[in-house]
C-alpha cells in the first residue's frame, strides 16, 4: 500500500504550539524522569481503565479491514516536543487499543495466546520500575540467583534429578542447568548452536567450529556436510536455525508424519543411516512435543532411542506441550523427554505468562560452555554472569513472571489448566463429529484441533469418502474464504493451515481450520458459539461448485 | 557453591496446608484468571508501593555479598498448591527486590543502564494485558502498522530519505525498513545474517547459502573462507555472530584503535586488501558509533568510503550511539551512519526505554528478503506478519515504549538528553584532571569516560611519566580491588574494563575505570560523590607496593 503525500495523517497528539522554548523542554523532560510525578495517578488510573476496558471485551477483534487501519500510521516525523501526554494516550486507545486483537477473549481459540494471571499486571509494573539487565550480576545481583532458581525448578519437573544433583549445580556459576531467552525460537536456535560446537569442538590441533569456522570443522573431522533432522513438522525455527548456522536448509531432514501427525520412527532411523552413508556430521535429532500445527506429540522414547543408537544430541522441542510434565493423567504421552539433552519450553504459551519467555533447558550442566564468550567490559569468566552463555545480550527480568508462575499457580494448578484444555478440546471434537457442517481432520493428540467446514452440496461424498481432488481444492477455497470472514468480522476467531492428506491414493493439500483450546476463560458456550459463528458465515458465502456449474 | 540438602532453606511463602482438594485448586487458579478480582487494588498498590520505594533509594544496591545471596535461593521444587500471593509479594520484597541493583540511582554510573521516563510503567501494564504477539497480524493487528511506524520515524532520523520514499515503503509488506529485536545483540547478529545471505545468495543453478550451506556457497562463489571486519573494540555480539553464521572467529577480523578508540582506518583498509589477495569473502564491515568499552566513536565517513571501494555490507553498531542523530551539537560526530547499509540501536539504551527492545535499520528496504522464512500455520508470503524476515519468533508488543518515546519525549527531548549527558561527562572529566587521586585513561568522545585511581606513593611517577610495567600491575591490582569493594559496599557504582595502552613502547593491559554518564537524574553533586566514595575507599585499601617492599 502506498500513500500520496497529501493523504498522509498528521498525528494529532502532537501539542498545538507555536514554538517552545528549550527550557520548557528540559522541564517537560525532567517531569517524566521526576519521583514527584505530577498526575501520575492520573495515568495509571487511566491506563487501568483501558486495559479492563480492553480485558472485558468479548469479541476477538474489531471490524477494521488492514488497509484502513494502515493508512492510520503513515506519518515518519518524530515530532520535535514532547506531545502531551493525556493526548497520546487518548490517541493510542482510539487507533492501537481499539484494533488490537483481544487475546484473551474466550472466543479467541485460534492461536496459542490467551489470557494470563491477572499478577502478570502488576509484576510487569514492577519488572519495568527494577529496571534489572539480566545479562550481568552487576546490573541484576539478586535477579541471577532468582533466575537459576526458576530455571532449575523446571529443570528438576523435566529430568527429576537427585537433590544433590541441584544443590550441587543450582547456584554454580560453572553449571548452566537453562537459559532464559526471548522466545521459544530463540531456544531452538540456541540449542542447535551448542549442539553443533560441541560435536564440532576443539580436538588436538584443531580450535572447535567456533574458532576456525564450519568448513575448516567438517574437513578436520571428515564430514561431507551437516544435517539436522526431525519431523516434516518441526516448527521454522528450524529452518532459521539451519540458515543461520551455515548448516543450509538443504541439511535439515524433514521425516514425514503419520495420519496423526507424528513423525514415522521407521523413516527417521532411514534418515539417520542415510546421513552415516553419506558421511554427514549429525549435528541433532529433534522431537515435537507439540506441533505449532496441530499439537501433535512425536514419539518421543523411539526417537531417544534411534539418538542414543547414533551417538547424537537429542533436542526436544517442547515449547508447546513442556507443561504436560505437570499432569499425572498425560505426562505418559511425553515420556522420553527426560531423556532429552535439550528441552525449549516457552513460558508465554502453556505457563500462561506474558510474551517474551523462552526457555533451554540442559540435561548436562556444562554443554553451554561450547558457546561462551567473554568481554572485558563485563562478562569475566567465572564471574555469575548470565550473558556468558546466551545467544542473547541484554534482556529484561522476565525470570520475575518465571518464578512468580511457577509459585503462584503451582504444580497442581498448572496440572489444572492442562488437563482442562484437552478436556475442553474433547468437547469440541465430539461436536464437530456430531455436526454435518464440519469434518474433523485428526484426532487431536493434546489441545489443538484440525478440521474443516463441509459445504452443503458435499456432505454426502465426505460420509461416503468419494471426494475427488476437484472437491478437495473447492472446499479448501471454502475453508479459507470462511477463515478470513471469520477474522475480518472479529466476533470469533480461529485460525488455519495447511495439511497433507491421502485422497485416491495421492498426497493433495488440505486447508485446515485449527482451534487452540488453551483459555482457562473459554466455556463450552463459547467453543459452540464459534462453531454456530462459522455455520452463520459459511451460509452467507455463496461459492459455486463445478458440478453446480454443469448443472 | 555447593549447598547439602540439609542447608537448603525452604520457601516460607508457601501455604501451610494440609491437602487442599482438587476443587480448591480449580477456585484458585481460576480466581487468578478472572476479571472480577477480589484484592485486585490491594495487589496493584502493594507493587506501587514496592517500586516506588525501590526507585526512591539512592544508593546502588544493597551489600550483601553474592555467596550468601545465593544461599536464598537454592531450594529447586515446584510447590503444589498456588502459593498465598500476599506472602509470596513479600518474600519478593525481602529476597529479591532489597537485593536488585539500582539501576535508576543517580549514583549508579557504571552501566548502560539508567533512570526511565514514567510512563513507561503504566505502559508495560498494559501491554502486558493486551498481550499482543507482534510475530503475526492475526494476535497483534493494529500494533503490526504502528510497529512499522515507529521504526520508520526512526530510519527517518538516520538517513532522511524523502517523502516519497516513506509513503511508499511504510506499511509495504513487501519493504523491511527496520526490525525489531529483543536487544542489540540479536540486531547485530540479524545485521550479518541478511548481509552473509545476500552477498552469498541464489544465482545461476546455485540456490544460495541459504539454502545450501557455507561450504557450498563459499565453494561456489569460489572463496576460501569468509570475514567480518571491525575494531578491535566491537561489541562480543559478533563473536557470537561470526561463531553462529559457521564463519567462525578466525574469520572475524578485529583492527587495532588509537588512543582515542577508534579503529585505524590504515589497518582497516590493508585488512579488506589481504582479505582480496587471500580471497576471502568479507560479509561485512563494521563501525562503531559507541564502543561498549569506552563510548569511542569510529570515523564512519572513512570505513563509508572503504566499504563503497570493496563493494561490501557496511554495518553501524549504534546500539550505544545511535541517539546522538537527535543532537544538532554533537550528530556530526556520527556522520556516515547514513551510508551504512544497516544500523542497529537499542531503545533500552539512550532512548530511555525498558529493556528488550533492540532495533536494525535498513537503508534498502528489499535486503531483509534474503533471511525470509514462511511457515504454513503463519507466515503466509505477502502478509503483513513481521515474523517472516526475523530471527526471532514469537515476541511483545514492545513497540508501544518505541513508538510513546518518540512521541512523549520527541526529537528535541532526546536531544536534551544527549546534550546533558555529553555535558556531565566534561564536568566529570574536568574533575579528574583536576583530582591528583585520578589519572583520565582517554578523552572521552561521548558520555563514557575511562579513568583510574592511583595510590599517592606512584602519583609523581604518574605526572612524570615514568610508570614501570611493574607500577601498572600494582596500580591494576589497586584498582579491580577498589572496584570491587565500591560495588559491595554498595553506596555508589563504577564499573571497570581493560584497556591496552604503551609503556615504554610496549603493549600493557590497563585495568580502567569506566564511568557512563547517561542517568538525566544524575546531578554534579552525584558524579563528586561517587569520586569521593572511592577515594573514601581507597584509602581504607592497604596494598603493598613492590617499591614499599623492597623499602
Not at 517552545?20 to 517524566?32: A, F, G, N, R, T
Not at 494502515?70 to 506519518?75: I, L, M, N, Q
Not at 513460558?347 to 568481554?375: C, D, N, T, V, W
Amino acid at each position: 500500500m502506498t500513500l500520496s503525500k497529501q493523504e498522509i495523517p498528521t498525528q494529532s497528539y502532537l501539542l498545538e504550539t507555536e514554538e517552545i522554548l528549550h527550557s520548557d523542554i528540559e522541564k517537560q523532560v525532567m517531569q517524566l524522569f521526576s519521583l514527584s510525578r505530577i498526575n501520575a495517578e492520573n495515568i495509571d488510573e487511566l491506563i487501568d481503565d483501558i486495559s479492563d476496558n480492553f480485558l472485558g471485551a468479548d469479541t476477538a477483534s474489531s471490524d477494521i479491514d488492514l488497509d484502513s487501519l494502515a493508512t492510520k500510521f503513515c506519518d515518519s516525523r518524530v515530532p520535535s516536543h514532547p506531545a502531551n501526554l493525556d493526548k497520546y494516550l487518548e490517541y493510542l486507545s482510539d487507533n492501537v487499543i481499539a484494533h488490537a486483537i483481544h487475546t484473551a477473549s474466550p472466543k479467541f481459540i485460534g492461536h496459542m495466546t490467551s489470557a494470563l494471571p491477572y499478577f502478570v499486571q502488576p509484576l510487569a509494573k514492577l519488572m519495568t520500575a527494577m529496571n534489572q539487565n539480566s545479562v550481568k550480576i552487576e546490573t541484576a545481583k539478586s535477579l541471577s540467583f532468582y533466575e537459576r532458581q526458576a530455571l532449575a525448578m523446571l529443570h528438576r519437573q523435566i529430568y527429576n534429578f537427585s537433590d544433590n544433583f541441584y544443590a550441587e549445580h543450582i547456584q554454580n556459576s560453572q553449571s548452566t542447568l537453562g537459559i532464559l531467552t526471548s522466545g521459544g525460537t530463540t531456544a531452538n536456535i540456541t540449542a542447535m548452536w551448542c549442539a553443533r560446537n560441541a560435536v564440532l569442538g576443539a580436538k588436538d590441533d584443531f580450535l572447535g567450529v567456533e574458532k576456525e569456522g564450519l568448513t575448516a570443522a567438517l574437513n578436520f573431522y571428515g564430514y561431507k556436510g551437516a544435517a539436522i533432522i526431525g519431523s516434516e513438522l518441526m516448527h521454522f525455527s528450524f529452518d532459521k536455525a539451519a540458515d543461520l548456522l551455515g548448516i543450509g536448509n538443504r541439511g535439515l531432514m524433514k521425516i514425514p508424519v503419520d495420519s496423526n501427525n507424528r513423525v514415522r520412527v521407521r523413516s527417521l532411523r532411514q534418515a539417520v543411516a542415510k546421513c552415516r552413508e553419506q558421511n554427514l556430521c549429525i549435528i541433532a535429532i529433534i522431537g515435537i512435543a507439540g506441533t505449532t500445527d496441530s499439537g501433535g506429540l512425536d514419539p518421543l522414547l523411539d526417537i531417544a532411542e534411534i539418538a542414543q543408537e547414533a551417538n547424537v544430541h537429542f533436542h526436544v522441542d517442547a515449547a508447546w506441550g513442556g507443561p504436560l510434565i505437570f499432569s499425572q493423567q498425560h505426562r505418559s504421552k511425553i515420556a522420553g523427554i527426560e531423556q532429552a539433552n535439550s528441552v525449549t519450553i516457552d513460558g508465554h504459551k502453556q505457563l500462561y505468562l506474558p510474551m517474551g519467555i523462552g526457555m533451554l533447558f540442559m540435561r548436562e550442566p556444562y554443554i553451554a560452555q561450547s558457546i561462551e564468550k567473554q568481554a572485558s567490559y563485563t562478562m569475566r569468566k567465572g564471574s555469575f554472569d548470565l550473558g556468558k552463555r546466551a545467544l542473547e545480550g541484554s534482556r529484561p527480568g522476565m525470570a520475575l513472571f518465571l518464578h512468580a508462575g511457577l509459585n503462584l499457580i503451582g504444580s497442581q494448578g498448572y496440572e489444572f489448566l492442562i488437563d482442562e484444555g484437552i478436556r475442553k478440546t474433547q468437547y469440541m471434537a465430539n461436536r464437530i463429529r456430531s455436526m454435518p457442517e464440519f469434518e474433523l481432520l485428526a484426532e487431536p493428540d493434546t489441545n489443538l484441533l484440525l478440521y474443516r467446514y463441509i459445504p452443503e452440496s458435499l456432505r454426502e461424498l465426505v460420509v461416503k469418502k468419494q471426494l475427488t481432488e476437484t472437491d478437495n481444492l473447492f472446499i479448501n477455497q471454502f475453508n479459507e474464504h470462511l477463515q478470513k470472514k471469520q477474522r475480518q468480522a472479529g466476533h470469533t476467531f480461529i485460525s488455519r493451515t495447511m495439511k497433507t492428506s491421502n485422497c485416491f491414493s495421492q498426497e493433495i493439500s488440505i486447508v485446515a481450520l485449527r482451534a487452540v483450546l488453551a483459555n482457562p476463560l473459554t466455556t463450552e458456550d463459547d467453543i459452540d458459539a464459534v462453531l454456530n459463528d462459522q455455520i452463520q458465515i459459511a451460509s452467507e458465502i455463496y461459492m459455486p461448485t463445478s458440478s453446480e456449474n454443469v448443472a
